[in-house]
């Protein structure tokens, strides 16, 4: 399911128009991509779906594919999503 359909499938269960679903998940994912990307420690908890967050990683080395040169990685932050426990439950409970 991509974002359309997503949109389509909300305005329908909600039946609400698919301008005001849309407008509403955008500010969402606004919402969480900024908590996040500003503050290392804030973490964004969905009740039901999961929690977003971040995580440090560490300086690494690496190598360039073409060249094969070795050349160091710098240290970052990478996005993180834990699922909430109904949504592990559903998803092995599909198996």
């Known amino acids: 399911m991509n974002k359309q359909e997503l949109i389509a ?4 269960e ?3 128009t698919q301008k005001v679903v849309k407008q509403v998940i ?6 969480i991509t900024t908590t ?3 503050d ?9 779906l999961g ?5 440090p990683t560490a300086e690494r080395n690496g190598r360039n594919p073409s060249t094969g040169e070795a050349l160091l ?6 996005g993180t999503f834990s699922y909430a426990a109904p ?3 559903a998803i092995k409970g599909s198996v």
């Open 36 to 38: 996040i990307s500003t």
């Open 9 to 12: 499938a909300i305005a329908t």
């Open 40 to 48: 290392p420690e804030a973490t964004v908890a969905l009740s039901g």
């Open 26 to 31: 955008e500010a969402l994912i606004g919402t």
């Open 51 to 55: 929690t977003f967050g971040t995580a």
């Open 14 to 16: 909600t039946e609400l």
């Open 73 to 78: 990685i710098p240290a970052s932050r990478r």
């Open 87 to 89: 949504v592990k439950r």
